[in-house]
């Protein structure tokens, strides 16, 4: 079946670098989605990418993907205290529905 | 733009109560999604619709739960009787036609309660 894992966590500080890591089982995927889910709040899109690139950068975010290794990364330059919130890695593939990973809480410490 | 607008926002009940949550999603989007966010199970796709039709509903956990798009517009999701182990955050997402190039636009979600 479908599945998408992700680390539940991790703490860096501002000014750095994050790489939150994804990975998935579906070889269909056709699109893989970031989501930023700030507390209290719903799920924002953050970024897509399309399973035939490699690489997209959207100012301060740049997402690779692996397709052999089935393997997805959000880094975010320069991260602020902004950016704290749980991020989902999301795949949609064959059965058009979107499966979405656990989650990684990125704490940014000032 | 107003996004996915969902209510209440804040839901708390006894068990055995009916609960019904709402969704009215973006307008112009054809396709609407119902989610349940829970710490144990994460994120789970409960049901979706393409214009106004029942999709996919191979999530719905069980017979208690139902839901309804009676036009583009609006979708109900109603829980009779509930659980407490129904307490979840539920979300509702809408996207312009359920392509897989169309993303998601989600609401900011109903905190449900059953005590």
Redesign the interface.
């Known amino acids: 079946g479908e599945d998408v894992e992700q680390s539940l966590f991790l703490s860096v500080r501002e000014g750095d670098s994050s790489v939150i890591n994804c990975t998935y089982t579906d070889s269909s995927s056709?699109?893989l989605?970031w989501?930023k889910q700030e507390p209290?709040?719903?799920?924002?899109?953050l970024t897509?990418i399309?399973s035939n690139m490699d690489m997209k950068q959207d100012q301060r975010l740049t997402v690779l993907l692996n397709k052999k290794d089935k393997h997805l990364s959000l880094r975010i330059a320069d991260t602020q205290t902004g950016d704290s919130a749980i991020y989902?890695c999301a795949e949609?593939?064959a059965t058009?529905?979107?499966i979405?990973?656990?989650?990684t809480l990125l704490a940014v410490q000032p | 733009d107003a996004g996915v607008i969902q209510s209440p926002r804040h839901e708390v009940t006894e068990m055995g109560q009916e609960v019904t949550l709402r969704c009215k999603p973006i307008s112009g989007h054809n396709s609407l999604f119902w989610y349940r966010q829970t710490m144990m199970r994460g994120l789970e796709l409960l049901i979706y619709f393409n214009n106004n039709v029942p999709i996919d509903d191979s999530g719905m956990p069980e017979d208690r739960f139902s839901a309804k798009m009676p036009n583009a517009s609006f979708s109900t999701l109603k829980i009779q009787p509930s659980e407490p182990r129904d307490s979840a955050v539920y979300f509702c997402a809408s996207s312009p036609r359920a392509l897989v190039s169309q993303p998601q636009h989600f609401g900011d979600g109903t905190r449900l309660s059953i005590l």
């Open positions: 056709t699109y989605y989501y209290g709040a719903g799920l924002q899109l897509y399309f989902f949609r593939g058009n529905k979107l979405f990973g656990t989650g």
